[in-house]
C-alpha cells in the first residue's frame, strides 16, 4: 500500500517526481509503462516498486516508441494510464501521440524535461514548450498542458490531467523540469474526488452483448477526415474557453509584471518578493496551463501594467505567446536560460532594471 | 434445409464465420487477405472468442481488418501492433488479443516491437501476412522482398548486395525464449488452407492456456503490385516463395514457462 492510501490529507515530504506518482495512483492510475531517461528515474522506480501490490501493472519497455503504444492499448481498453520520460524521449512518443489524439484516447505523459536539442544535456530547462503546447507531432493537434512548480501541485495537477484527459478524450502532459522533479518538500496529500471519473462507452472491452467498436485514427471515406478533423478543432476551441488555469501572484497595483511558468516562476516569485520591499510594484501572472494558454488573462493584464516581463528557462518560446496576446509588443522584455535556473539576484536586477532603479 | 426423409444437406457443413462481417471484399483479384481473414474469423468462432477479442489492426491494407472482422478492433501506428496488444492485454488478461500486420509493418517499420513483444513471451497471437511487398504503398521493397525481385524501389531487382536479404520471420522469431508457437503456411491450395487453419488454431490455443506469443506467418499474394494475374501469382507463391520461405512449425512449446 502507498503510505498515500493509508492516510489521506496527510503532509508527505518526498521529491516531486514521487508525488506525481502518488497523484496518479490516488486517481486511480494502476498501469504505468516507461522507459528511463535522466531525471525522471524516480517515477517508473516508484511505480515498479508499488503498481504489482496494487494490483497494477508495471513495464519497463524496449523504446519510448513501444511505451506509447503500450499506453494507446491500455487507454483504448478504458483504463487509467500514463508515462513519463524526458525531451528526447518525449520526441520519440511524438508518433503515439499524434495517433492518440486522431484516436481520442486519453492518457497522462509526464516530461520532466532536460536541455536539448538533440541529446543535450540532463540541466533542468524548458526548452520543450514548443513540442507541448503547439503539438508536436504529425497532423496539428493539442495535447493539454499543466505546467506545476512545487511539489504540491506534481501531486494535485496530475489527477487534474487525468480527469482532463478522460473528460475530453485526449493525452494531457504533465511539462515540468528536473528542479521541480528533484526538489523536496512537504504538501498536502489530498483525498482524489472520485466523482471525477467518467464513463467510457468507447473502451474496446470484447464485444460482449453489444455492436463491435473501433478505436481509430484514418479517416478514408469522403469528407470524413474533415468532419474529423472540425470535431478534434471544436473540443481544443472548448478546452480553450473552459480549461484555462493560471495564478495571480502580488498583482495589486504592479506595474511590472512577470510572465513565467514552472520553476523560472517559483524562483521570480522570491524576486518579487524582494522588489515589493524595494518599493518596485511587481508581481506575476502564472500560467498554470500553457494549453490551454491564458489568453484574456496576458492580454488585460497587459493593459494594466508597464511591462510584460517573461521569463523562461528557454532562449523563448512562451514569449511569442504572449506577444501574440499583447499589441504593444515594445512593452515586453525577456529574461532566457537555455540551460539552468534563472537565480532570484538576476530576476531583481533585471526588475530593477525596467523600474529605472540601479542596484 | 432439406425436406425430411430425403438423404444428404441436413446438416450445413459449410458457413459464414459468426466473426466475419457479411461485406464486400474490397481486395484486388487474387489477394490472400479474404481468405487469411475467413481463416481468423472461423478460429475466433472455433473457441468462442468473439465477444472477448480485442484485434489490433496496423497500416496498409491490413488496417482494414475492421471492416471485415466482426469484433472489437483498435488500430496501431505503422509497426507498433505487438506494442498496442501489449498494452491491451498486460490491462485485459482475461482478454483474447491479437494482431494482424503485414511484411512492411512487421518485418520492418515494426522489428523492435515484434521481436520484443515476442521475447517477454506476450501472452497473444500474431498474424503475420507476408506478400513481399508493400501493397498499399504502391508495390515498394519489403523486408521479405525477393532477391531479383524488382518493385517500384528496386527497379532492377533487389541485389543482396546493396539491398539485403529477405528476412525469415518465422525462423527468426522461434529462436526466442518467449515464442511459444511459429509457423508459416500458405493458401494457394486447399490442402495448404486446411494446415493454415491447423497452425491458426495452434496459435489461438496456445494463448487461451496462457503459454505466451505465437505467431502464424502466411504466404500470400499481391497479384496487383506483382504484375501478375491471379493464378500466376498463386503458382509464384507454391514456386519461388515457398522455397526461400519454407512453410512447416518451426517452434511448438509444450510447457509454458511460467505456469
Known amino acids: 500500500m502507498s503510505a498515500l492510501a493509508a492516510s489521506p490529507s496527510k503532509r508527505i515530504l518526498t521529491k516531486g517526481n514521487e508525488a506525481i506518482c502518488l497523484g496518479a495512483v490516488a486517481a486511480g492510475c494502476r498501469h504505468y509503462y516507461g522507459y528511463p531517461i535522466t531525471p525522471q528515474n524516480d517515477i ?316 | 434445409m432439406s425436406a425430411p426423409g430425403k438423404v444428404g444437406f441436413s446438416k450445413p457443413v459449410y458457413t459464414r464465420p459468426r466473426s466475419l462481417v457479411d461485406v464486400k471484399s474490397h481486395f484486388c483479384p487474387g489477394c490472400h487477405h479474404g481468405t487469411i481473414h475467413k481463416i481468423v474469423a472461423e478460429c475466433i468462432d472455433r473457441y468462442g472468442l468473439r465477444e472477448k477479442t480485442i484485434g489490433v489492426a496496423c497500416v496498409g491494407c491490413a488496417v482494414f481488418l475492421y471492416d471485415y472482422i466482426d469484433v472489437d478492433v483498435v488500430e496501431s501506428p505503422h509497426g507498433r501492433a505487438p506494442a498496442v496488444a501489449t498494452g491491451v492485454k498486460r490491462a485485459q488478461p482475461d482478454k483474447f488479443v491479437f494482431t494482424y500486420q503485414g511484411d512492411g509493418d512487421l518485418a520492418a517499420i515494426g522489428t523492435s516491437e515484434i521481436i520484443h513483444a515476442a521475447n517477454r513471451g506476450e501472452n497473444l497471437s500474431v498474424i503475420f501476412v507476408n506478400n513481399t511487398t508493400y501493397g498499399m504503398t504502391g508495390g515498394q521493397m519489403a523486408p521479405t522482398t525477393m532477391l531479383g525481385q524488382k518493385t517500384s524501389t528496386t527497379p532492377y531487382g533487389r541485389d543482396f548486395r546493396g539491398d539485403g536479404y529477405p528476412i525469415k520471420m518465422a525462423e527468426l522469431l522461434s529462436g526466442l525464449e518467449g515464442t511459444s508457437y511459429s509457423a508459416r503456411v500458405a493458401v494457394s491450395t486447399p490442402a495448404q488452407i486446411r494446415k493454415a487453419k491447423e497452425a491458426v488454431r495452434k496459435a489461438f490455443e496456445m494463448q487461451i492456456a496462457g503459454m505466451g506469443f505465437s505467431i502464424v506467418e502466411f504466404l500470400s499474394t499481391c497479384p496487383t503490385n506483382w504484375g501478375m494475374k491471379p493464378l500466376e501469382a498463386q503458382k509464384r507463391v507454391l514456386g519461388e516463395m515457398s522455397e526461400y520461405f519454407p512453410l512447416g512449425v518451426f517452434k511448438e512449446r509444450k510447457q509454458a514457462d511460467f505456469a
Not at chain 1, 516508484?46 to 491500455?74: D, K, R, V
Not at chain 1, 453489444?210 to 469528407?223: A, F, P, T, Y
Open chain 1, 44 to 359: 517508473p522506480e516508484y511505480m515498479a516498486a508499488h503498481l504489482p501490490a496494487l494490483g497494477g501493472t508495471f513495464l519497463q519497455a524496449e523504446s519510448e516508441i513501444a511505451t506509447i503504444n503500450f499506453i494507446l492499448g491500455t487507454s483504448a481498453s478504458g483504463k487509467r494510464v500514463m508515462t513519463s520520460s524526458s525531451g528526447p524521449g518525449i520526441s520519440l512518443m511524438q508518433e503515439g501521440l499524434s495517433y492518440m489524439a486522431g484516436s481520442e484516447l486519453p492518457a497522462v505523459i509526464v516530461n520532466i524535461s532536460r536541455s536539448g536539442p538533440g541529446l543535450g544535456g540532463i540541466a533542468p530547462s524548458q526548452g520543450d514548450y514548443f513540442q507541448a503546447v503547439k503539438g508536436g507531432g504529425h497532423g496539428g493537434y493539442r495535447l493539454i498542458v499543466l505546467a506545476p512548480h512545487s511539489v504540491q501541485e506534481m501531486y494535485t495537477l496530475t489527477m487534474l490531467a487525468f480527469d482532463l484527459a478522460d473528460k475530453y478524450r485526449t493525452p494531457a502532459m504533465i511539462l515540468g523540469d528536473a528542479i521541480v522533479g528533484q526538489m523536496k518538500e512537504p504538501f498536502v496529500a489530498s483525498a482524489y474526488d472520485t466523482a471525477s471519473m467518467v464513463e467510457k462507452p468507447w473502451a474496446l472491452t470484447g464485444c460482449a452483448g453489444r455492436e463491435r467498436r473501433n478505436v481509430k485514427s484514418l479517416h478514408l471515406k469522403d469528407n470524413a477526415i474533415e468532419i474529423h478533423n472540425w470535431k478534434l478543432y471544436g473540443k481544443y476551441e472548448r478546452i480553450r474557453k473552459e480549461e484555462v488555469r493560471a495564478e495571480s501572484y502580488m498583482l495589486d497595483g504592479a506595474t511590472i509584471a512577470i510572465v513565467a511558468f514552472g520553476t523560472a516562476a517559483r524562483v521570480s516569485k522570491t524576486a518579487i518578493q524582494w522588489a515589493r520591499k524595494e518599493g518596485i510594484a511587481a508581481g506575476m501572472l502564472r500560467p498554470i496551463t500553457l494549453f490551454p494558454f491564458p489568453e484574456r488573462e496576458v492580454f488585460e493584464l497587459a493593459k494594466k501594467v508597464d511591462v510584460l516581463l517573461v521569463i523562461e528557462m528557454n532562449t523563448g518560446q512562451m514569449v511569442e505567446d504572449v506577444r501574440q496576446c499583447t499589441p504593444q509588443h515594445d512593452r515586453i522584455a525577456f529574461l532566457g536560460k537555455p540551460c539552468a535556473m534563472p537565480t532570484p539576484e538576476e530576476i531583481l536586477e533585471r526588475i530593477r532594471l525596467l523600474a529605472g532603479r540601479k542596484g
